[in-house]
């Protein structure tokens, strides 16, 4: 019998799956956990006690987010205050009075002395 080339070609290998697919197709379930960090526990179900538990520390977060923009409020209100002219200027003419108040005890206490 004479052998045609249809014959003499390879069969092509079906395609192999991915070595760590078929590897953990392997294992059993509690391997897999293992070994994937898959250990969850028994499923729990407070989603009543989630819930209420949310929304009271939302409202706690809401109520400090609203004392911290009045602060914010305030500090911005005592800078704008701060940097006034008019407040700078009495900050200038408090200073030259202490200063004024200051030679003059210096003058007083020199006068006294040459008496």
């Not at 939302?58 to 609203?66: E, F, I, T, V, W």
């Not at 700078?88 to 210096?106: F, G, R």
Request: one cysteine or more.
């Amino acid at each position: 019998a004479c052998l045609s080339s249809e014959h003499l070609q390879p069969k092509e290998d079906p395609p192999r799956k991915c070595a760590s697919l078929s590897n953990l197709s392997l294992l059993d379930r509690s391997t897999r956990e293992i070994e994937l960090g898959l250990e969850y526990g028994n499923p729990t179900m407070n989603l009543w006690v989630a819930a209420s538990r949310g929304s009271q520390r939302n409202a706690a977060l809401a109520q400090r987010n609203q004392q911290l923009e009045e602060e914010t409020t305030s500090f911005g209100l005592k800078v704008d205050i701060l940097r006034s002219p008019l407040l700078l200027q009495l900050s200038e003419t408090t200073a030259e009075s202490h200063l004024m108040e200051k030679e003059l005890e210096e003058l007083k206490s020199h006068s006294r002395r040459r008496k």
